[in-house]
């Protein structure tokens, strides 16, 4: 909705031409004061866990217990996600790309996990090369159970937690073992550059932290969160912080957790996500339902942005009017110069229009 109209004097023709054909938000949007969570793509339903390749090509695992389904692929740079593999499995809900190639063999495989049955807890991990050719990995067997989430790390070992227990387990190209084993139920993984590796919890609410090896590190990082967790990528915007999503039922937070004290800070809220994981351009990416119950999954892109003025969601023209409104009620000082001039409207105009 237009907050002003034709008497300020930037409302030429051509900008409100340009506004006009800016996306426009849609209901139950993020608010992400000093970043942007832009939608990236489209065309992913049910969509449960989120990983990269190298090249930025993006993959979700699919969420549709009951059927035979194909995990998806977004083409880098975001596109219609297309079904990825030659052959639908019954419950691909995990995914990660095997980069090196030391657990599938094939280097840029991915290897999703999940219930494959006969029994209610027999659970797979499958291969889908690049070519999309499609194999078991492990199983069905009920120490593989209802894989939950997957992450290699620098070393191309694989690591995976299953069902409603605390072990993690890890697999070099053998059938995988229990690497560790944390009280409650281990949910999702994190793995920093030196390959420690952070767990949630959905039992106890405790991140805690854990050597390439095993050992304990930290028991009791943070607390009082239940998601999933990613590991920025060192960047001066990110650091190498642990950022943690929620569903909505958990909360719908983004959280920013410092490392090494686990200190939070809430980065923003309205989310229902179910995955999180940063791309090779170094912004997160988070699965969201902005829909439910319907099954439309979201993939947005969170980058610092501060034109993105009112907070919510992606840069469209409200926050173009609500600066203006603000520029007008002279508290726009968008340069922190101490005072709102036009040079502020100068330089909001230029990161607006170059988008975030
Ligand atoms: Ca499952
Ligand atoms: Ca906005
Ligand atoms: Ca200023």
């Not at 237009?2 to 426009?24: D, K, N, V």
Request: hydrophobic fraction near 40%; proline fraction near 8%; glycine fraction near 12%.
């Amino acid at each position: 909705m237009f907050r002003r109209s034709a008497h300020t004097p930037l409302s030429s023709l051509a900008l409100l031409t340009t506004l006009a054909a800016l996306p426009t938000t849609a209901a139950a949007q993020p608010v992400v004061p000093g970043f942007a969570a832009c939608p990236r793509g489209s065309g992913i339903t049910n969509g449960f866990s989120i990983s990269f390749a190298s090249d930025g090509s993006l993959f979700a695992g699919h969420e549709d217990n009951g059927g035979l389904v194909l995990a998806w692929r977004m083409s880098p740079g975001g596109s219609v996600a297309e079904p990825f593999g030659d052959t639908p499995l019954p419950d691909p809900d995990t995914s990660a790309v095997d980069t090196l190639g030391l657990v599938t063999g094939t280097p840029g495989s991915l290897v999703i996990g999940g219930v494959c049955g006969p029994g209610p807890d027999d659970g797979c991990l499958w291969r889908v090369r690049p070519d999309e050719s499609t194999s078991v990995l492990f199983g069905p067997s009920p120490f593989i159970g209802n894989v939950l989430h997957t992450r290699f790390d620098r070393t191309g070992r694989l690591l995976f937690t299953s069902g409603v227990t605390g072990a993690v387990k890890v697999s070099s190209g053998a059938f995988p073992t229990i690497l560790f084993t944390v009280p409650g139920a281990a949910r999702c993984l994190a793995i920093d550059a030196g390959n420690r590796i952070y767990t949630s919890n959905t039992a106890t609410g405790v991140i805690s932290l854990h050597s390439a090896a095993g050992a304990v590190v930290d028991a009791s990082f943070a607390t009082g969160f239940v998601g999933s967790i990613a590991v920025g990528p060192s960047t001066p915007e990110w650091g190498a912080d642990v950022y943690g999503i929620e569903t909505a039922a958990t909360g719908g937070r983004l959280i920013r957790f410092r490392v090494p004290d686990g200190t939070p800070t809430v980065i923003g809220t309205g989310f229902r996500g179910s995955d999180l994981a940063f791309g090779p351009d170094n912004a997160l990416y988070i699965l969201h339902r902005p829909n439910p119950p319907t099954s439309l999954t979201q993939v947005l892109r969170i980058v610092p942005c501060r034109a993105n003025w009112n907070g919510v969601a992606c840069v469209d023209s409200q926050d173009f009017f609500d600066f203006l409104a603000d520029f007008f009620a002279g508290h726009a000082d968008f340069n922190d110069s101490g005072a709102t001039n036009s040079q502020d409207l100068f330089d909001f105009l230029g990161q607006f229009f170059s988008g975030c």
